[in-house]
């Protein structure tokens, strides 16, 4: 069982940045691969970024290429999404995942073998 604890959303003024965490619980963490997922308001849950178990691969959605960098430390059991040029199209809940699936099948999105319950950001213009 693993358990997944969100922190680093707010508000913050286009063009800025966060970062947001993904705390894991339980001693295999290095065995999945880790990723984040958003849901806007009226919108359906969509990929944003996932990074591999050795932390080596990594995909991003197009939207966020270039802005956004996920990151993580095996010995701390976290993953990290850096959100920079933050747009009021980025507001919405961000969810971290782990998956024993490879980080691509993350990104092709499905079922996750778990879920954070989220933290909201929201972008102000």
């Known amino acids: 069982q693993v358990q997944l604890v969100e922190s680093g959303g707010g508000l913050v003024q286009a063009g800025g940045s966060l970062r947001l965490s993904c705390a894991a619980s339980g001693r295999t963490f290095s065995r999945y691969a880790m990723g984040w997922f958003r849901q806007a308001p009226g919108k359906e849950r969509e990929f944003v970024a996932a990074?591999?178990?050795?932390?080596?691969?990594?995909y991003y959605a197009d939207s966020v290429q270039g802005r956004f960098t996920i990151s993580r430390d095996n010995a701390k059991n976290t993953v990290y999404l850096q959100m920079n040029s933050l747009k009021p199209e980025d507001t919405a809940v961000y969810y971290c995942?782990?998956?024993?699936?490879?980080?691509?099948?993350?990104?092709?999105?499905?079922?996750?073998?778990?879920w954070g319950k989220g933290t909201l950001v929201t972008v102000s213009s």
């Open positions: 995942a782990a998956d024993t699936h490879s980080a691509q099948a993350m990104s092709a999105g499905g079922s996750m073998d778990y």
């Open positions: 990074i591999s178990y050795s932390g080596v691969s990594t």
